[in-house]
């Protein structure tokens, strides 16, 4: 079974600042998905990736295979960056839908 | 495309009752799931399918049926509501196993 931990479970920044939230998994993966969910809202996915990085507007995501280990990264983080970030695996056998879910990191942006 | 659509919104019933979550997807996905959300559990599997005429259980599939008859449909029926099954729900979709997966705007039930 692969497990799914994220860091830190919650976390309270300025705004402005650099923000990282990290994903750790246990086993070999086809793919990782950071997901984006407002308070009261739906849930928005952000980046799939499988290797390498990608970007979109402030918002960096990286992984590394073979540490097992992805990172989220806000740059110039503004209220409206404040949300639950789920990190979720794909992998054979994983999830009966192949999906295995983080259990979120809470992330509020004081002005 | 409208993308995931779930209907309805927001729900209450009474113990007992039985209900149908409406979820439809327009993007011609083979793939979709129904989650549970509850506070400090993060997302749960209660059904899937990976293809019209195809269901199978997740992790909480107690209490929850599907049918999948078409591509586009694949509603969640709540068999008798029960207090426990208070939760916010999602449908979701992908083309495939590997794909970006699509969420619904969410279900918020609350069983009393």
């Known amino acids: 079974k692969n497990e799914v931990e994220q860091s830190p479970q919650n976390l309270t920044a300025q705004e402005g600042e650099f923000i990282t939230i990290n994903c750790s998994y246990s086993v070999g993966i086809s793919a990782l998905h950071w997901l984006q969910q407002h308070p009261g809202g739906g849930i928005v996915s952000l980046f799939m990736?499988?290797?390498g990085k990608k970007k979109h507007g402030r918002l960096i995501a990286t992984i590394n295979i073979q540490e097992k280990h992805s990172s989220l990264h806000i740059t110039a983080s503004h209220p409206r960056d404040s949300a639950v970030y789920i990190c979720?695996?794909?992998?054979?056998?994983?999830?009966?839908?192949?999906?295995?879910f983080g259990k979120g990191t809470h992330l509020i942006i004081q002005p | 495309n409208a993308g995931v659509t779930q209907t309805p919104k927001f729900q209450v019933l009474k113990t007992g009752q039985s209900m149908t979550l409406q979820c439809a997807q327009d993007?011609?996905?083979?793939?979709m799931s129904w989650y549970r959300q509850d506070p400090g559990m993060g997302l749960r599997l209660i059904h899937y399918s990976v293809g019209a005429g195809i269901t199978d259980q997740g992790e909480v599939p107690n209490g929850y049926n599907v049918s999948r008859s078409t591509t586009e449909d694949f509603p969640l029926r709540l068999l008798s509501a029960a207090p426990s099954q208070t939760s916010v729900y999602f449908c979701?979709?992908?083309?495939?196993?590997?794909?970006?997966?699509?969420f619904g705007p969410g279900t918020r039930l609350t069983v009393l």
């Open positions: 993007m011609n996905h083979e793939y």
């Open positions: 979720a695996v794909a992998y054979s056998g994983g999830g009966a839908d192949g999906l295995t």
């Open positions: 979701a979709s992908r083309y495939r196993a590997d794909n970006e997966q699509f």
């Open positions: 990736l499988s290797s």
